[in-house]
Each structure stands twice: as C-alpha cells, then as structure tokens.
C-alpha cells in the first residue's frame, strides 16, 4: 500500500513538474534540501500531499491549484507560491486565470501579500517566457 501511495504521488509531481529548467524549483528539490535533516519529509509530500491529496477525485488539477495559489498567497509562502505558479503554468493555467485569482484576494488577504504575490508572478512568467495578452490585460467592463 505505501509503495502505491508513493508511487501514485510521484506520477503526480513528474505531471505537474517543469524539467527542462534547472532555474525553476520543484517538489523534489525541497525534499533533496531537507533530507539530511528531515529524511521523512519526503514521504509527507510524495505519499501524503501527493498521493492521498492531490489525486483525490472532486476537484480538477486545475481547481487544485487555484486553491493552493490562493492559501499560499493568503499565508505570505512566497517560495512556495512560485512553485505553485509554475505548477499552474505547467498544467494549463491561462496567465489571466492565475493573475485573477491573486488579484481576487485584495479584499480578504490586502494589498501587500497581493503585490507580494504578483511579484513573484512577473518573475516566473519571467522565466517561463509567459506572456499576457493585450486582451486579457484590459478591465472587465
């Protein structure tokens, strides 16, 4: 049963991961970070986070990670929250879906971890060569 569990997290993270961009940090560069301190936290990301949570059924991999961009912004988790926005560029956020989403928060996080957060949205879309169109840029009327 673990070995399932791990493996079905796994299958998850190399889904939702950027490869070809050894500048952008992934799930398993935390566990590397922290695995002379806290050899089990892999096991809490890949088989819990992963291969309990993440692959529960209800929700797409999309709505996912719209939830987890918004806790992340609304915690003040910068570093995590760019590896989340790259995990939603990665799985077919639109950038408006993921600007939207933080700008969403202004009225229940305020404005500083908004601004916070947008700016680590310019500096992954940065690197990920992401760009916004002038039609997604324009106000909704």
Known sequence: MEKDRYQRGLDIINEITVTDNKEIGTHMDIVAAFKDIAPDLESYIVEFAFGDIYSREGTTPQQK???TIASLVALGTEPQLELHINVGITIGLTPKEIVGTIVHLIPYTGFPKVLNALRIVKKVFAQRNVKMN??????QQ
């Open 65 to 67: 990670t719209i939830a």
């Open 134 to 139: 002038d039609k997604e840029m324009q106000p």
